[in-house]
């Protein structure tokens, strides 16, 4: 039973765009969110954040949006450079669970020069 | 940098072995956490240490186990290795909950 979802393996964007990359969760129990980025080789790098009282978070070109409602969270990246070419994992914890993150599959983007 | 250590980097080994995985926290990080990255699962979460104590557990094997010492490193364990346990082994840290959790570079286990 998958608890948090990225239903696109992957995405290309043209350099200089927008990058959605889109997370569903069903444990209504679930009330922090993280984006993790990852290179090959690398381990997760930690982008941004958002607790669930929150429905918007920014940090530079990264901008995480909460629909608690929808269980649906997705991450903006404006705009898109060719660095930012990893994947993504959103992830999710729930208080009464300590901090245990369960994470997505992942989604590869690619962003072209 | 992270600021998490893991070592060793790449671990070959047989079944039926035994391993011992290490982990060197953040600095100011009294939360440690085991994760385990296969092809067929996704990362997922094993075992939490906070302060040396043990926080959660998630579906760790019994053939596993892990600490956390005095000055915070952590270990873990794997015993009677099968082929199914090849995977990448990711440690994070956090300062405590609700707060992000920053990983390591992983261990890679390959049992032949």
């Known amino acids: 039973d998958q608890q948090v979802k990225q239903n696109s393996p992957s995405l290309s964007v043209q350099e200089g765009r927008i990058s959605i990359l889109n997370c569903d969760y069903t444990?209504?129990?679930?009330?922090?969110f993280l984006w993790y980025k990852k290179y090959p080789a690398e381990g997760p790098t930690f982008l941004i954040s958002?607790?669930?009282?929150?429905d918007k978070n920014e940090d530079g070109r990264f901008t995480v949006f909460l629909n608690k409602s929808a269980k649906h969270l997705s991450l903006h990246i404006v705009p898109s450079q060719p660095g930012d070419s990893a994947v993504y994992f959103c992830?999710?914890?729930?208080?009464?669970?300590?901090?245990?993150?369960?994470f997505g599959g992942g989604t590869r983007l690619m962003v072209k020069p | 940098d992270s600021g998490v250590t893991q070592t060793p980097k790449h671990l070959i080994t047989a079944t039926g072995q035994r391993v011992t995985l290490r982990c060197s926290p953040r600095?100011?990080?009294?939360?440690v956490y085991w994760y385990q990255q296969s092809l067929d699962q996704g990362l997922q979460f094993l075992i939490q240490?906070?302060?040396?104590?043990?926080?959660a557990k998630g579906n760790i094997l019994e053939r596993f186990s892990a600490q956390q010492f005095p000055d915070l490193h952590s270990e873990l364990n794997l015993s009677s290795l099968e082929l199914g346990d090849s995977a990448l082994y990711f440690c994070?840290?956090?300062?405590?909950?609700?707060?992000?959790?920053?990983f390591g570079d992983g261990t890679r286990l390959s049992i032949l």
């Open positions: 994070a840290s956090s300062v405590g909950e609700y707060q992000p959790q920053h």
């Open positions: 240490y906070y302060n040396g104590e043990e926080r």
């Open positions: 958002i607790s669930s009282i929150k």
């Open positions: 600095s100011g990080d009294l939360s």
């Open positions: 444990n209504s129990m679930f009330d922090y």
């Open positions: 992830a999710a914890s729930a208080i009464n669970a300590g901090n245990m993150l369960t």
